[in-house]
């Protein structure tokens, strides 16, 4: 889907597909030792790719490319939050890949809060 995208925008099939890989995360070594060429092969495609898109860096590439890779969901797709009923307490979350991790319970508590019997103004390090 977003390899289409980026040829009709006036990309070759490997400067989309360079495009691609560097959407997903991959480091230019990483993006040459799967295309099987060299890191300046890479380098010289996203230049082009640059050029061709009108992006002045790789964070604007990703930037750009996102919508079309599947990652980010549009807020009319997530579920509605229940309301929390009248004195139900909030739970800790973690959001962990696809799960999330519930009741997460602090390392410590007394850090910065004035309760460690010095200054309320220490830090992590309790100095």
């Known amino acids: 889907m977003l390899r289409d995208v980026l040829i009709q925008k006036g ?10 890989l560097v959407s997903k995360g991959l480091s230019n070594k990483e993006v040459a030792n799967q295309l099987f060429v060299t890191e300046k092969t890479v ?13 002045k860096s790789r964070a604007q590439l990703i930037v750009w ?3 079309h890779l599947g990652f980010v969901e549009n807020e009319a797709t997530q579920p509605a939050q229940p309301a929390m009923a009248a ?14 991790v519930s009741n997460v319970t602090p390392i410590r508590n007394d850090i910065g809060s004035g309760t460690n019997g010095g200054n309320s103004d220490v830090g992590a390090f309790g100095i």
């Open 87 to 100: 004195g139900a307490q909030a739970i800790n979350t973690i959001p962990v890949g696809n799960t999330t």
């Open 65 to 67: 490319c996102l919508p």
């Open 43 to 55: 380098k010289f495609h996203l230049t082009n790719i640059y050029k061709k898109m009108n992006v």
């Open 11 to 20: 990309l070759s099939n490997r400067e989309a597909e360079v495009a691609e």
